[in-house]
């Protein structure tokens, strides 16, 4: 009964909290007739504080462009039941939909299949004729636009799994989905005056209508409350890391060394157990993995052998957001792995993210029950005790891990050079399975650099480099990020002109410049 009481409580929560939100948007955004003629498409999601960024880029575009603002829900619907609350809640203009149309969203669109089956068909035939292997899955094109990575890990996350067989008869049920949902936008976008597009991921079904916009030299913006990108055909996920160090030597050196002071210091931070803004960003554990840990049972064996640590990923998780990896997908790596612990006489522990484990405990117990010498470590097991226990080398695809341990002058090695760290010289970045596998046996006698001052350096592009929406964001580490109406009572508690009109000119110069990333310097 308590829990019921709480949870109505919510609800008339979040209802006076969205009805405040949209009522400062009817005064903040006032209507203006725009041209029938041009669109600008908005991603429609739930993501409650992306609104409040989505209502001044949508509304800025708007105004450049003399367009109508054009909600759209950029895929299919999973089941029957979520297209029918879909549709209900649009023909009520209720939920999320009252909240878009506050701030001057005019009509709402959703895919449907337009494509003839013959035609269908024979761009399916077209695919699988050339689809031999997974990997193959990669060469996937339409109208001369790659979408291989996209259905990939699309088709993963849609079904939970780690790896794909492309003769299930799913897997070819999906891609006539895809099919039609390629073909839905391109016509779409082909037979509308749409001058911008703006979406929340460029990864999964999501990147679709991005990758199409940029083939037609359509402007596209991937935003939320911790990002704004602008995308084009060299730029179409938000992988951004590749030119840190380049991009830190043209500060002035008086600048350089205040923004390093200010990591170390939060760096001091995290490695004392404390949260930071890494800890939103990187979508970290509340609880700590480093810092004092409680005297526990000892995870690392006491030997002479070689420790090493695999850092593992969520399976079904995007494994091509920032690009390829050396391997089809984490599946394939850690099988990889498995084969390896079989030939090396090393102790090898595989470690889960906290947030991820349960999620990943059939395919995990699969590989514990194939490759004998794996040991599951606990996922709430600190980093701090398993440094202290004396691991000797870290494996992963392109975790934070690749930071933390080369802290502590711990080789990490990174299974794809599509890495947060690739821009630094403290984690090797083997480019080829032969490279990896000779990486992983001399380990060794690879050129690492643990410089500290390469890594504050890093942390500060990563993390301190960035556009937060809300002014505190950095400072105030023990708020959490939220997807719920509690974002839009966080901004109007914040909100004030400045603050409006800081935010407004920051996107409008940001438009212009045409810059990949929106930079909007916080200080402490």
Known sequence: MMALRLFIKKIFLYRRITKDFINHNSIFFKKVKRSKKKKILLEINNMRDSHIVYSYLSNVLSKKFDAEIYGFYPRYFNTFINFFIFKIKLFFKIDYFKVYSSFNVSNFIYPKNILKHEILFKIKKKIFDNLKTKNDIYDISISNINIGDLIYDAYLRRYNLPTINIKEKRFSIFIERIITLFNFWEEYLKNNHVKAVIVSHTTYEFGIILRISTHLNIPVYSAAAGFLYSHDKNNLTSFEMREYKKEFSLFPISEKEN?????????????????????????????????????????????????????????????????????????????????????????????FHPMEYEENKDVANYFLKKFKNFNLVNPDISHEQLISEGIDLVLTAYGTIGMEYAYHQIPVINASLNNPHISYNFNHNPKNLKEYKESILNFKNLDINYSKDEIEEYFYMRYLNAFYLYPDEITNSEIEITHTPLAYSRWLGLFNNTVHNDLLEKIEKFIVSKKFKLIDEKKL
């Open 259 to 351: 923004k390093k002071k200010l990591s170390k210091k939060i760096l001091k931070q995290k490695f004392s157990g404390m949260k930071t803004i890494e800890n939103k960003v990187s979508l970290l554990p509340a609880n700590k993995l480093f810092g004092e840990f409680k005297s526990v049972k000892r995870v690392v064996t006491e030997s002479n052998n070689t420790n090493c640590l695999i850092a593992a990923h969520h399976f079904s998780d995007a494994p091509n957001a920032w690009g390829r990896l050396l391997f089809n997908d984490f599946y394939d790596w850690i099988n990889f792995l498995g084969n390896l612990s079989d030939e090396l006489d090393y102790n090898w522990y595989i470690k």
